[in-house]
């Protein structure tokens, strides 16, 4: 059965096997392909329009649509591979292993804030930052340089106990769990670990950190501990509801997958 | 820049804010819209400043802030692109894309996961993380 695990927990070949498909995906040019979706719908989603990706009910189901996406890329190059996540609840600092050069390389130099060791650094030539929003071509990172804390649990706690899972007007001023857990409102779970990696992670590119994938991994984590907390709690808006996804429209750019569809994520892959 | 020197001059940015709204009082604007936080906490006091932009949009500024050129203006009529507002930011010529929240906060394409009380506040924000570089169109 497809695991995801803790990234804290991987083998250092699982986290080899991990880092080498990525690698592949750059150099193929699929990687970047990620990172330019990502960034449209970051551009195009507004509160007062059409809005899919982010600050909506969907930014869960679409970014689990975006994941699973991601993670076939890299079973395409590796069969063995599963996204891991970051709790960034546990492993809070710069020192943590994840940023180990064996696995996503470190934090920013302090000139530049360029990224220098590990896969990802610049120098070892396999990673160009091409799909950029200024001039710099290298991975930067400036981990809690926000001067901000990550979350701790019982932030994350407090969010989970939240019962309604969107609210109108389904945007970032909305009240329920949906928001709270994206960021823009309350204690801010998801855009503040943006904000607290920094470097590109900061901006509308932020794929190009590969964290992107391992911190989206614990946001649809939580998303499937939430339900398992509320059972009875539905997916909103039920229907009918303008520029929002609803429970059955399909979701730009795939157009053949609703939230309803990916509400049960365990016949795909499973959390340990 | 070392985090301190850029933390201190955040805050620097903050005094600029409150000052601006505390004149968006001073100007009549309806005391709620003035003082009311935009509901965010990013932990960047720049951040939850009150949103003291009405909803009709902020004015026009011009201002050379550490080295860097900033101007801002209300777009042209008929000016909206993908739906964001009504408003445009540059850096050096180059633009700056912002977009304003449902709280009347706005962020950028350079800080896109924090919120600011004006597009100024967005634009000197950029500066600072930009550290001298040019802002480039998105390939797509
Ligand atoms: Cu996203
Ligand atoms: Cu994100």
Redesign the pocket.
Known sequence: MAVRQNQANLTAAQKRAFTDAVLELKRSGRYDDFVTT?NA??MSDVDNGERV??RSPSFLPW?RRFLLEFEQALQSVDSSVMLPYWDWTRDRTASASLWGADFLGGDGRASDAQVTTGPFAFNSGRWAVNVRVDSRNYLRRQLGGGGRPLPTRAEVDSVLAMPVYDMAPWNSQSNGFRNHLEGWRGVNLHNRVHVWVGGQMGTGV?PNDPVFWLH?CFIDKLWADWQRLHPTSPYLPAAGTPDVVDLRDTMKPWNDITPADLLDHTSRYTYA | MSELTRRSVLRGAVTGVAAAAFTGVALGLPVALAARGTGNDTGNDIDNTAGSVPHTGPEAFDETYRGRRIHGAPRAAGGHHHGGPGYAVFVDGKELHVMQNADSSWISVVNHYETFATPRAAARAAVLELQGAALVPVAV
Do not use: E
Request: no cysteine; aromatic share 12%; charged share 0%.
């Open positions: 990502h719908f970051i990706g982010h970014h932020s989206h």
